[in-house]
Each structure stands twice: as structure tokens, then as C-alpha cells.
């Protein structure tokens, strides 16, 4: 566990969504005295010239959003890490000069998933998330374990 790979795994995700896989990353961490990192923040740099930081904690108030910002426009989520099955999600999008909310309908996630991977199977297709990005994904987290000083996975 520790607050990178129970709570800083999501940002990375969506880090690594948009952006590809990042080419440098830098993490510091507060360590336990058992050295499992309480909190972190880490900044990552994508070869496009794209630059993403996040910070996660597990000792402070439950808070997350989500926020892209580029030349052009800047897209907003609160709470994109753990939405209710009955919430909808808001997306706030500034572009130029105008502003707009887009309101995406409840779903449950898990379902989603279990449906995606259901379907993969039975139809002899890919999922949409193939396990070459699972590995990819704790590769870069390991490395951010690591860089916090954290200890590593058993």
C-alpha cells in the first residue's frame, strides 16, 4: 500500500491516458517509520513537452479533482476518482472565451468493467484496457515508490 499505489495510481492513469508514458519522474514522499509513504507528490514529464503533477495523502480530509489545463482550454473533474454508481459526472470546460458544463449520466464503473472484459472474452477481442498497460503502470509507480524513498512491494 501507501498513499502512491492506494491513491496516486488514479491521476497516473489518467496521466498516462492523455499524455503516453512519461520519459522522466521525480517523487518525495512522507514516510512512515516503517517506510511506507503517508503522503507523496510526484511531477512527470511526457516527451510531447506536456508536464503533469499530482499529490496524494492518506492522513488529510478526503479531497480530489481532477484539472488539464493546456494552450487552449482547461477541462475540470470533482471527485473523478471514486463517483457514486448514482452520481453523474460533471465535466467543466473552458475553451476560447465560453465556458460549458457537460453532465455525463450514473453508471457503476465496476459493472463497466466486468462488461468490457465479458465482452472481450466472448467476442475474442482485446479489452480496452490491455494487460500491457497494467504493467506499464506499475513500472512508473515503482519508480515513484522508489524516488519517495518509500520501501518497495514484497
Known sequence: GGSLFDLGCYP???????AGEPDFTSATGVLSAD??????????????GITGTFACDM????????????TTGRIRLQTPFSIPKDQPVTIEYWHDD??????????????????DFAGALLNNRSP???????????????????????SPLP
Open 59 to 70: 492522513q488529510s480530509f478526503r479531497a480530489q479533482d481532477l484539472d488539464i489545463r493546456g
Open 12 to 18: 497516473l492513469s489518467y496521466m498516462r491516458l492523455l
Open 128 to 150: 480496452r484496457f490491455p494487460a500491457g498497460d497494467a504493467i506499464l503502470q506499475m513500472e512508473t509507480l515503482e519508480k515513484l515508490v522508489a524516488q519517495a524513498g518509500a
Open 35 to 48: 517506510g511506507v509513504d503517508l503522503s507523496a507528490g510526484a511531477v512527470l514529464h511526457f516527451p510531447q
Open 98 to 115: 465560453g465556458y460549458e458544463e457537460i453532465t455525463i449520466p450514473a453508471v457503476n464503473h465496476y459493472v463497466l468493467m466486468l462488461e
